[in-house]
């Protein structure tokens, strides 16, 4: 025979509390299933393109803007896009035109449309590494929003939250000589994410703040889900993608090219797995909630005395 407990008054509030902490780790834990998300376009770039490759003009600064991103509640979103280089990496103008492996500058490529009715408003990276070492090369980009309304356009000084949003990452396979790979980070407002469906797929690592994702390792068409992931966010302001590739054999000058659809108007989403998957909250998130919980206990304690 079960007995149904009943409290005092006084341990009525703290169990409240013990009971919305639960409900928030659920929440941070659990609850990530895609909303109607705001669909980003990078078409409109300030400024001009300064080289260009065989996927197109390419922008070599290290530190890109686009205006009118995205629109949500009536505002306009502008967005600063800054690129960190790591390894052995060139993100620029290509200075051995003459090796093998050369397929014109590296940089942002804006507006990408890889070939003739191929997708629009995406971003495309282009870069290239250099030697055989297990030296991981690569970039990492740096997204933050900005209030891009009336004379707010091209300012990009007062930042901006987004409340949902969805990016496909795409062309992240790799080849015989070369291993393909990006990272992505909880702490952004990452929430979800989901993978093709296809044996070769990417492969998705949980390292504790970030989510590793690692191409097959054989070359995939652009639109082809293997080499990619659509993840989605919340309350975002700013959101980091780090790029990596290590060149196993081949020539000198190795080249690497990735791209983001913020409109997932690439890829159909059938081939993509359902359900999504869930990030678990962070090890910053749960000392956090740690916090909350002793501090409630704390205030048990007290309504105990």
Same mark, same amino acid.
């Given at each position: 025979?079960?007995?149904?407990?009943?409290?005092?008054?006084?341990?009525?509030?703290?169990?409240?509390?013990?009971?919305?902490?639960?409900?928030?780790?659920?929440?941070?834990?659990?609850?990530?299933?895609?909303?109607?998300?705001?669909?980003? #376009?990078?078409?409109?770039?300030?400024?001009?393109?300064?080289?260009?490759?065989?996927?197109?003009?390419?922008?070599?600064?290290?530190?890109?803007?686009?205006?009118?991103?995205?629109?949500?509640?009536?505002?306009?979103?502008?967005?600063?896009?800054?690129?960190?280089?790591?390894?052995?990496?060139?993100?620029?103008?290509?200075?051995?035109?003459?090796?093998?492996?050369?397929?014109?500058?590296?940089?942002?490529?804006?507006?990408?449309?890889?070939?003739?009715? =191929?997708?629009?408003?995406?971003?495309?990276?282009?870069?290239?590494?250099?030697?055989?070492?297990?030296?991981?090369?690569?970039?990492?980009?740096?997204?933050?929003?900005?209030?891009?309304?009336?004379?707010?356009? =091209? #300012?990009?000084?007062?930042?901006?939250?987004?409340?949902?949003?969805?990016?496909?990452?795409?062309?992240?396979?790799?080849?015989?000589?070369?291993?393909?790979?990006?990272?992505?980070?909880? #702490?952004?407002?990452?929430?979800?994410?989901?993978?093709?469906?296809?044996?070769?797929?990417?492969?998705?690592?949980?390292? =504790?703040?970030?989510?590793?994702?690692?191409?097959?390792?054989?070359?995939?068409?652009?639109?082809?889900?293997?080499?990619?992931?659509?993840?989605?966010?919340?309350?975002?302001?700013?959101?980091?993608?780090?790029?990596? #590739?290590?060149?196993?054999?081949?020539?000198?000058?190795?080249?690497?090219?990735?791209?983001?659809?913020?409109?997932?108007?690439?890829?159909?989403?059938?081939?993509?797995?359902?359900?999504?998957?869930?990030?678990?909250?962070?090890?910053?998130?749960?000392?956090?909630?740690?916090? @909350?919980?002793?501090?409630? @206990?704390?205030?048990?304690?007290?309504?105990?005395?």
């Amino acid at each position: 025979m079960f007995r149904v407990a009943s409290f005092s008054p006084s341990l009525r509030q703290p169990i409240k509390t013990l009971s919305a902490i639960a409900g928030l780790v659920i929440t941070l834990g659990i609850a990530a299933t895609p909303a109607q998300s705001v669909p980003l #376009s990078f078409d409109t770039m300030v400024g001009t393109a300064d080289g260009s490759n065989i996927l197109g003009p390419t922008s070599s600064s290290s530190v890109i803007y686009f205006t009118d991103v995205a629109s949500e509640n009536g505002l306009t979103i502008d967005a600063r896009i800054t690129a960190t280089l790591k390894g052995d990496t060139n993100f620029a103008e290509q200075t051995n035109p003459d090796a093998p492996n050369s397929f014109g500058d590296a940089g942002f490529i804006p507006d990408y449309n890889g070939s003739t009715n =191929g997708p629009q408003d995406d971003l495309g990276l282009f870069y290239y590494g250099y030697g055989v070492d297990p030296i991981e090369d690569g970039i990492e980009v740096k997204f933050e929003f900005f209030d891009g309304t009336g004379d707010l356009s =091209g #300012s990009f000084t007062n930042e901006q939250t987004i409340s949902s949003l969805e990016l496909a990452v795409y062309e992240v396979d790799g080849e015989f000589s070369q291993s393909e790979l990006f990272r992505a980070y909880k #702490s952004d407002g990452l929430m979800s994410y989901t993978l093709g469906t296809t044996e070769q797929a990417l492969v998705a690592t949980d390292q =504790g703040d970030s989510i590793l994702f690692e191409g097959p390792g054989t070359n995939y068409a652009e639109d082809d889900a293997t080499g990619a992931a659509i993840l989605y966010y919340e309350l975002t302001q700013e959101l980091t993608l780090d790029f990596g #590739s290590v060149q196993t054999s081949g020539s000198e000058q190795n080249a690497v090219f990735s791209a983001i659809d913020g409109d997932l108007s690439l890829f159909d989403r059938s081939n993509f797995g359902n359900p999504v998957t869930v990030v678990p909250v962070p090890f910053s998130g749960l000392l956090l909630l740690s916090g @909350l919980l002793m501090s409630a @206990l704390v205030f048990r304690r007290k309504s105990y005395a």
